[in-house]
């Protein structure tokens, strides 16, 4: 099995079972990263399954208040100069501010720095 695939699968996985995130994550992050500098749409299009698979179980159980904020601001850091994946991500962002709104997801300010590359 590709490693696109592997990850295809576990982000499935928790996708099914936002539960079983605390068994694959760590194996799925490293996945993720190991296969991101891909430059294949398929390989880019599993790693953003995963990284939101990831949120979305997150949102489902934060760790604490802060959690999904600072997910969240993680992955539009990291597809800034990606409009097709920023234009997946604004629904989550969407979805966030609602379950904030309504009480259910804590309200949380997360400061980041810019982290573009400086040339």
Known sequence: MTAPARLAAL????????????ATRSDGDALADAVDAGDST?????????????????????????????LYGELIDRYRDQP???????PLGDEIRQLEANGTLARS?????DRRPRH
């Open 11 to 22: 982000a499935a996985r928790i996708e099914a079972d936002p539960a079983a995130l605390a």
């Open 109 to 113: 300010l997360v400061a980041r720095s």
């Open 84 to 90: 097709a994946r920023l234009a997946a991500l604004r």
């Open 42 to 70: 398929v390989i880019g299009d599993a790693v953003l399954r995963w990284r939101i698979a990831v949120l979305r179980a997150v949102i489902a159980a934060p760790p604490d208040g802060d959690a999904v904020r600072e």
